[in-house]
């Protein structure tokens, strides 16, 4: 009987300490790509003389915890560390939806990017303290996530709308093709 005692208090004791831990659905890395551009171009533009093309913009990695939208609405938003330069944490909403990133109890800064359903960033928050912030940021449509990263890391390593998030949770289409081809 001792033991049967001893075994569900160790249980009850465990499942209290459980509960206050943050919920992490998952961690993974994720890569931001710089948008591109097919550049089509009629043959006879071909032969003229082209200035020379700036070098493309690396894609960078980052180590992010993967949690659901719903978490946010229902404990707050919470962070288990510190972010570095290769940290996040990516909040997904399935089906997407209008979002609001409204002041927290958060007070480190952070860069928020909102991103479409296809992984695009749309809109960059940049050096955001929710512990302060005035007036809600709000993306006029629906969003298939919030990325949160380190405040200042998007302008380091030149991040901006139009570049988009590789990961399995968002459906990317074709690349924006420009220009005229041969008929």
Not at 32 to 42: E, G, M, N
Not at 109 to 118: G, Y
Request: glycine share 6%; with cysteine.
């Amino acid at each position: 009987m001792k033991s049967i005692t001893f075994f569900l208090l160790l249980l009850f004791s465990f499942s209290f300490a459980k509960a206050d831990e943050p919920v992490i659905y998952s961690r993974d890395t994720i890569v931001i790509a710089p948008k591109k551009i097919v550049q089509l171009q009629k043959a006879d533009e071909e032969k003229k003389e082209k200035p020379p093309e700036a070098a493309p913009r690396p894609e960078h990695n980052f180590n992010v915890e993967i949690r659901s939208g719903a978490t946010r609405q229902s404990d707050g938003l919470f962070l288990t560390h510190p972010f570095t330069d290769s940290d996040g944490m990516l909040m997904i909403y399935s089906p997407p939806k209008l979002v609001v990133v409204s002041q927290a109890t958060i007070y480190t800064p952070m860069d928020i990017l909102f991103l479409r359903e296809d992984g695009t960033i749309m809109q960059i928050a940049p050096d955001t303290d929710l512990s302060s912030l005035a007036e809600d940021i709000i993306y006029g449509e629906p969003i298939k996530g919030l990325l949160y990263l380190k405040a200042g890391i998007c302008k380091k390593l030149d991040i901006q709308p139009g570049d988009w998030v590789k990961h399995g949770l968002f459906k990317r289409t074709p690349d924006i093709m420009t220009g005229t081809h041969q008929p």
